[in-house]
């Protein structure tokens, strides 16, 4: 065991029965370990690691970034040279998404950054970025999170990761050797029929938890719902950890999928409800959705802030072409 002159005095003179031999060999073990597994993943593919990390019920998302790596890893990936990126950052600001002074700050510096988000996803055949995958890291609000998935759509080469908060310290990572165990399965629930004429539509996504009548607004609900109504959900147990296998992840997908083309293809409706309640790569996935081409209005709810779950209110209108606070008349392009 190679030890530098510090540590050959430590282990050796000041403390030789702390550092047995059982100690010292697993030490070793776990040293080679680590040096195999690094040399093994410079064979995984490139990934450019692009955070959508923010500002949650005033809690400010601190980024590690050797977290991050470690979770690339188990996805069999490794961070691309040169700097990571970070989008729709709101810092330190008060998280409020029902104040239109706290998505007037947000939309304003995201209209500054959509210029880097273009030239980042801008294909260059044959050149340095012919190929090129990306690492998102989703950690925000549900409203930042679909926009933020509309942004970067399905045409960009992409693996989601999903924060694992039940985790100690939370971890960007899943658990490889962890023992089989069935799949969640994803349904499509009709609970309200569309009626020729009908314009509107609400889309539930019940994941972490089931959302209940009392949750929706009047307008939505009252007695019954007040407009053609679908909702996502699954038969396993509804949990922060129901994505945590990125098999969950890709089937949700195809469910959403099917969603979409309900409300678009076979209902038409001009505008959708949004309410959602999954862990945030589901929700950065769903915005994925929302082509340019032929896309509803999507309006998103959040949850009213307090100790206890509110009722949800709208925060954000996404139309194929832009997106704007509910209340205001002031547009930010996405073309």
Not at 22 to 31: A, E, I
Not at 201 to 228: N, Q, W, Y
Not at 233 to 250: H, V
Not at 313 to 321: A, F, L, P, Q, R
Request: glycine share 8%; net charge neutral.
């Amino acid at each position: 065991l190679l030890l530098c002159d510090e540590c050959h005095r430590r282990i050796d003179r000041e403390d030789p029965d702390r550092f047995t031999v059982d100690v010292l060999r697993k030490m070793r073990y776990d040293s080679l370990f680590e040096v195999e597994r690094l040399l093994n993943s410079l064979q995984h593919k490139e990934a450019i690691p692009v955070a959508i990390v923010g500002n949650i019920t005033s809690q400010s998302a601190h980024l590690d970034w050797r977290d991050v790596e470690e979770g690339l890893w188990s996805r069999k990936l490794r961070k691309a040279p040169g700097h990571p990126y970070t989008f729709l950052e709101n810092g330190w600001s008060t998280h409020d998404p029902h104040s239109k002074s706290y998505w007037s700050m947000l939309l304003a510096g995201m209209g500054a950054e959509l210029a880097q988000v273009r030239k980042l996803l801008a294909p260059n055949p044959g050149g340095p970025g012919d190929g090129k995958h990306f690492a998102i890291l989703p950690l925000h609000s549900t409203s930042v999170l679909v926009l933020a998935g509309r942004i970067f759509g399905e045409a960009a080469s992409a693996t989601v990761l999903q924060f694992r908060r039940q985790l100690t310290q939370g971890k960007w990572s899943v658990d490889a050797g962890a023992p089989s165990v069935a799949l969640p399965t994803f349904k499509l629930v009709r609970h309200r029929e569309h009626s020729p004429g009908e314009t509107e539509a609400c889309l539930l996504v019940s994941l972490t938890f089931g959302i209940t009548p009392d949750r929706l607004e009047p307008h939505i609900h009252d007695g019954g719902f007040k407009m053609p109504t679908i909702e996502i959900t699954s038969d396993a147990p509804l949990s922060p950890s129901i994505l945590d296998r990125p098999e969950s992840l890709e089937a949700l997908s195809l469910t959403m999928s099917d969603a979409v083309q309900v409300l678009q293809e076979e209902w038409k409706v001009k505008q959708v409800h949004l309410v959602i309640g999954s862990p945030a790569s589901g929700v950065f996935k769903f915005g994925q959705k929302l082509q340019a081409r032929n896309q509803a209005s999507y309006i998103c709810y959040e949850s009213a802030m307090g100790a206890t779950p509110g009722v949800f209110k709208s925060t954000i209108e996404i139309t194929g072409s832009g997106v704007r606070a509910l209340g205001s008349s002031s547009w930010t392009g996405l073309i």
